[in-house]
């Protein structure tokens, strides 16, 4: 049940976005009742995280991916490596990305402790790439994170169509600016 339930949310953001994820649009394609996936799922919410920590956990192979077969270059090149990755991920999977950043837990709810450490684990890899550069951990967390949502921001202010028609080129330059200027203040510092 639990991979029948989630096999149509992920469709069902895949073709419509994260709003058609519904409890009784599921249950009628499952051909269950409501109450079967909220024997599975606590509640939507649970069970968008749930589609979420599928997405990055694909989101993560390919930074991985990424991440490997530059260990051993310089910091720049691994970070655009990732960077350039991130992005990709997000022009090809727009919807499946976007639900990730569209869902918002309850006010004072927390997000489980897995789907956290599936987020700090993609943020090492772009600290891994730091670590030459920053030795200071509480430094190099931040600044992974920092790079992730400045990233992030081009990436999605791209898709969206936010600064003017979608451009990939353009877009790969503004990654390739502020990495590169990151990656020199890095050495610099």
Known sequence: MRGT???????LIIDEGLSSVQARR???????????????FQDLDHLIIALNMATL????????SAHELNRHAPTLPRLMALAEAYFQFAAHNKKLWRAI???HLPE??????EYREDQDRLFALVEDCLTDDLPDVTQRR???????????????????????DFD???THRQ???????AARGLRAG
């Open 5 to 11: 339930v989630l096999k149509i949310g992920r469709q």
């Open 26 to 40: 599921i249950a009628t394609q499952a051909g269950c009742a409501v109450g079967s996936i909220y024997n599975v």
């Open 57 to 64: 956990s694909e989101l993560g192979r390919s930074l991985k």
């Open 101 to 103: 950043f569209e869902h």
């Open 108 to 113: 004072g709810v927390k997000a489980p402790l």
């Open 142 to 164: 931040s600044a992974a994170r920092a790079l992730f949502a400045s990233v992030h921001g081009i990436v999605s202010l791209a898709l969206d169509r936010k600064l003017g």
């Open 168 to 170: 990939q080129v353009e």
């Open 175 to 181: 990654i390739e600016f502020l990495v590169s200027s």
